[in-house]
């Protein structure tokens, strides 16, 4: 008899089980956020259907143009994290400051971070979209959680993971052992595991980024795409380009087959477009916990001293290898 994949659920339940100590609550934080996958990604099916495609004709904190599910999804989030009890303080992309919920505090002991709905530029094009959250540990008991409690470390992240909706709809994250992937099974309502232990390889042939962006780069970060595209059978050049325009989809893509992703800072903004909390730190994160590297050019993005709730940074991020190869250029070494 076939054997059947675990369940999220199921190998929630059975990781628990190695900590003795555990109090459940952390997994089924885990389980809500499977719930606000299932919810968005059935809006996603329908959204041509039911007018929720196109702009609302407002602009977020970032001074973005915000689509009609952004909002959605973003409120998706909220309402299942409100009536959860699980976590005492919210942060997204699209709202200018944190939701706290005093009614889950002190038993909440999570903070949740998150970008409800990456590549909202491609809502009206049914191309891939996906949502990123990073988890924090609160564990004080004097008092509720502030907006300063929300800007850490990358380091300090309990569990980062995203949501992709694409051909099927995946959930994959970390909690510092490894990076898992499931894959909903429409039929059942459930997520099953299809992606054990997830490593990208040390070298890709692949490379996702904005070219139409190039002209604003720094010439070491012009040098290193130019490297990219020389023909060199040695090194395994020229690579291939590849860019959705949604993060997690391009990251996703070179976590099962290597090669880079890079947003890189330009010369009249050098501090980049993707935000720290909300995408780079835990795209960073899983990246990392798959054997491979995410960095700033200039140092580890999980060291990226964080200083406000929306702050940017440059990307550079996929294989190690290929990573390294972009410092050398970024730091003036190649």
Not at 305 to 315: D, F, G, I, M, S
């Amino acid at each position: 008899m076939r054997e059947f994949p675990l369940t999220l659920s199921q190998f929630i339940i059975q990781s628990q089980a190695a900590y003795p100590g555990a109090t459940g609550e952390f997994s089924s934080l885990l389980t809500q956020i499977g719930l606000v996958g299932k919810l968005i990604a059935q809006d996603l099916r329908r959204a041509g259907l039911i007018n929720i495609l196109g702009a609302t004709g407002d602009t977020n904190v970032q001074g973005e143009t915000v689509k009609k599910l952004d909002m959605i999804a973003n409120d998706d989030f909220v309402r299942v994290f409100q009536s959860s009890g699980y976590v005492c303080a919210l942060a997204s992309e699209e709202m200018e400051k944190p939701v706290f919920l005093p009614g889950n505090w002190p038993r909440g002991k999570y903070m949740l971070l998150f970008d409800p709905l990456d590549g909202s530029s491609n809502t009206d094009n049914n191309m891939p979209l996906g949502a990123i959250f990073s988890v924090l540990k609160y564990d004080r008991t004097d008092r509720l959680p502030t907006e300063a409690d929300l800007i850490r470390r990358g380091t300090e992240q309990v569990a980062a993971g995203y949501l992709l909706y694409g051909s099927s709809t995946m959930l994959v994250y970390t909690v510092g052992q490894g990076v898992y992937g499931f894959t909903l099974e429409p039929g059942i309502g459930e997520y099953l595991l299809s992606h054990e232990r997830i490593k990208i390889p040390d070298k890709g042939k692949v490379y996702a980024t904005n070219e139409g962006n190039y002209s604003k780069w720094s010439e070491g970060t012009k040098k290193y795409l130019d490297s990219l595209k020389v023909n060199d059978k040695a090194t395994g050049r020229p690579y291939s380009g590849r860019y959705s325009g949604c993060l997690v989809a391009d990251v996703h893509r070179l976590l099962l087959g290597g090669g880079i992703y890079l947003y890189p800072g330009e010369v009249d903004k050098p501090e980049g477009k993707l935000r720290l909390l909300y995408e780079a730190n835990p795209m960073a994160w899983i990246v990392e916990q798959a054997g491979g590297k995410a960095s700033a050019g200039t140092s580890r993005i999980l060291e990226v001293e964080a200083k406000k709730l929306h702050q940017r940074v440059p990307l550079f991020i996929g294989s190690r290898h290929d990573v390294e190869q972009a410092e050398t250029y970024i730091q003036g070494r190649a």
